[in-house]
Structures are given as structure tokens and as C-alpha cells.
């Protein structure tokens, strides 16, 4: 039998609010982007400003040390390949000099969603998590339906067609006849 690990813990909210992590995550906290530290700051804040267009960029906590790479897109876009994403995720007019970004994922179990600010010529910013109340029912719901699959398809006899294969699925009986080797 195979075991799918579940996407989300059962109790997120509880999680969220007891873990020592998601408390240091959830307050505004200085952050840096983190792509290509090994090219000179010019080349460094067109990449950040491409990256953010396409979607994605690399972020990193500085208090805690924590590093994301982030995908700026809503929770119904999977891996955004190709497509711009939506102003509310990526703004780059709603401040001069600054990007607005957000983020929504999965971390450790628990639905997040990632809010900060990035100065786009020092390449810092601030940003912090929050709990992702409305996704995480709705993967809380995804993963009870997947569960009541499961619990229907062990217990049904029907779909159980496995068979051992030192038995040959005979009713435990041995299978006695020589192995070519």
C-alpha cells in the first residue's frame, strides 16, 4: 500500500499560531533578494525586476535566514510557465523606486501567503507571512475528499485485486513449484 503525504497538516490554524517559525515569519521583517549575488548591482537589479515579471524571485528573510524562491501568482495558476502575473501580485506602479509582491504557498503544512516590498536599486525591502484562511479550507476540504477515497478503496473488497507474489494471491497457500534461476 502507498501512503501520499498530505499537503497540509489537519489543524493549520493552530500550527500557524503555535509555531515558534510562522510567529517570526508573520512580522514585518527586512528581506533581501538573493539571485545571482556573484554579478555587479546593475545586472543583479535588471534580473530582479525580469524575474518578478516572469513570476518568481529569490527571497530571503535576513533576521531569520529563512530563503524562498517565490511565484507570484494566485493559488488557481500551477507553475505560471509563460503567463504574466496579475497586478495585484506583481505592482510595480504602485510606489515609484518600489515592486509590491505577494505570494501564496505552502510552508511546512500550513497555507501562507507572502506580502513584502522590494526597493528595486538596493534590492531590499520588508515582508512578512500570513495565514491563508480561505485556502486553507479549501485544501482542508480537497484533502477530506481525497481521504474518503482512500478509506473507500481499502475497505471496499472489490477494489483490492493485489495479489502477493509468493502466493500468487492463492489464499495464503505456498506456491511450491521450483525457480528457474
Not at 30 to 38: A, H, P
Not at 111 to 129: T, Y
Not at 136 to 159: C, D, F, I, V, Y
Request: net charge positive; glycine share 10%; aromatic share 8%.
Amino acid at each position: 500500500m502507498l501512503l501520499k503525504m498530505p499537503r497540509v497538516v489537519s489543524d493549520q490554524r493552530a500550527t500557524y499560531d503555535s509555531n515558534e517559525l510562522f510567529r517570526r515569519l508573520s512580522r514585518d521583517t527586512e528581506i533581501k533578494y538573493t539571485g545571482y549575488r556573484d554579478r555587479g548591482t546593475e545586472e543583479r537589479q535588471l534580473r530582479f525586476q525580469n524575474s518578478c515579471r516572469a513570476g518568481r524571485a529569490e527571497i530571503a528573510f535576513v533576521g531569520s535566514g529563512t530563503n524562498f524562491t517565490l511565484q507570484f501568482y494566485p493559488w488557481s495558476v500551477e507553475g505560471g510557465q509563460g503567463i504574466t502575473p496579475p497586478k495585484d501580485y506583481v505592482n510595480f506602479d504602485r510606489e515609484p523606486g518600489k515592486v509590491h509582491l505577494k505570494a501564496p504557498f505552502i510552508l511546512n503544512g500550513v497555507c501562507v501567503c507572502w506580502k513584502g516590498w522590494m526597493d528595486l536599486h538596493r534590492l531590499e525591502g520588508m515582508g512578512s507571512i500570513v495565514y491563508d484562511e480561505e485556502r486553507a479550507q479549501l485544501e482542508a476540504t480537497r484533502q477530506g475528499g481525497s481521504m474518503q477515497q482512500h478509506m473507500h478503496k481499502t475497505s471496499n473488497p472489490k477494489t483490492q485485486n493485489h495479489k502477493h507474489p509468493a502466493t500468487g494471491g492463492s489464499s495464503g497457500q505456498i506456491d511450491k513449484r521450483p525457480r528457474l534461476h
